[in-house]
C-alpha cells in the first residue's frame, strides 16, 4: 500500500521560513511532489523529486531523502498569500497518492 | 490556454437521481483522473484512466462510474447518489511517461450536495 504523514497545520509569521515534512511509505517509489491548494480553488503543482537533494524554484524548496522516506517543502520570505493547504504525493507503481495536506496559515 | 473543464461547479441533487459530472481537457493527455475531497482526509482517488477505454478503480471506488470513449473526456456518474458522496470532486490530467514530473492539471472542481 501507500500512505503519506504530514503536519494537520502549522503557523508562520510574515517574512519568516517554514518547512513543511512529509514521510511516505510507497510501493515502487518514483519521486515525491507538492502542490498548493487554496481556499475554493484547485490543487496546483509546486514541484517534484526524484532524485536525493534539495530542488529550488523561487522562494519555494524542496527536498527529498529517498534513504530516509522523506521530504519537505521549504517556503522562504513567506507572505501572505503563501497561506493555503500544501499536499505532497509520491508517484510509484500505483498512479498519484496525495496526503492528508498541511494547512499553512501565515500571520502578519 | 491549457485546462482541464469540469461541469456543473455547483450540484444540490436528490437521493437516488442519476448524474453525470463531465470533465474535459484540451492537452492530449492520456492520463486522467477523478478526485474526491473531504475535510481532514484530503485528496482520495476514485477511478482513474490511463488511455481511451482503460479504466481503473482508485481508492474510493464504491458508488462511481466512469468512462473513457474518447481521449479528452472523462465523465463521472453517480447511478444513485447518496448523501455520503456529498463532497468537492476534481478532475485532473496528465502526460503518462512526465506526468509526475509535469505535475497534474487540476479542473476547477465540482461541489455536490446530495439531500
Known amino acids: 500500500g501507500q500512505s503519506l504523514e504530514q503536519p494537520s497545520e502549522v503557523t508562520a509569521v510574515e517574512g519568516a521560513i517554514v518547512q513543511i515534512n512529509c514521510t511516505y511509505q510507497?510501493?515502487?517509489?518514483?519521486?515525491l511532489s507538492w502542490y498548493q491548494q487554496h481556499d475554493g480553488g484547485a490543487p496546483t503543482f509546486l514541484s517534484y523529486?526524484?532524485?536525493?537533494g534539495l530542488e529550488e524554484t523561487g522562494r519555494f524548496s524542496s527536498f527529498l531523502s529517498r534513504s530516509d522516506s522523506y521530504g519537505y517543502l521549504l517556503l522562504q520570505e513567506l507572505q501572505m498569500k503563501d497561506s493555503a493547504s500544501y499536499f505532497c504525493a509520491s508517484s510509484g507503481n500505483t498512479p498519484l497518492v496525495f496526503g492528508k495536506g498541511t494547512r499553512l496559515s501565515v500571520i502578519a | 490556454e491549457a485546462q482541464v473543464t469540469q461541469n456543473p461547479r455547483y450540484l444540490i441533487t436528490v437521493t437516488g437521481k442519476k448524474l453525470t459530472v463531465t470533465c474535459s481537457q484540451n492537452m492530449n493527455h492520456e492520463y486522467m483522473s477523478w478526485y474526491r475531497q473531504d475535510p481532514g482526509l484530503g485528496l482520495r482517488q476514485i477511478y482513474y484512466?490511463?488511455?481511451?477505454?482503460?479504466?481503473d478503480k482508485g481508492d474510493v471506488p464504491e458508488g462511481y462510474k466512469v468512462s473513457r470513449k474518447e481521449k479528452r473526456n472523462f465523465p463521472l456518474i453517480l447511478e444513485s447518489p447518496s448523501p455520503n458522496q456529498t463532497s468537492l470532486y476534481f478532475c485532473?490530467?496528465?502526460?503518462?511517461?512526465?506526468?509526475?514530473?509535469?505535475?497534474?492539471?487540476f479542473g476547477s472542481g465540482t461541489r455536490l450536495t446530495v439531500v
Open positions: 485532473a490530467s496528465s502526460s503518462v511517461g512526465q506526468g509526475a514530473r509535469d505535475g497534474y492539471t
Open positions: 523529486n526524484a532524485l536525493d
Open positions: 510507497t510501493s515502487g517509489f518514483y519521486g
Open positions: 484512466s490511463m488511455n481511451v477505454e482503460v479504466t
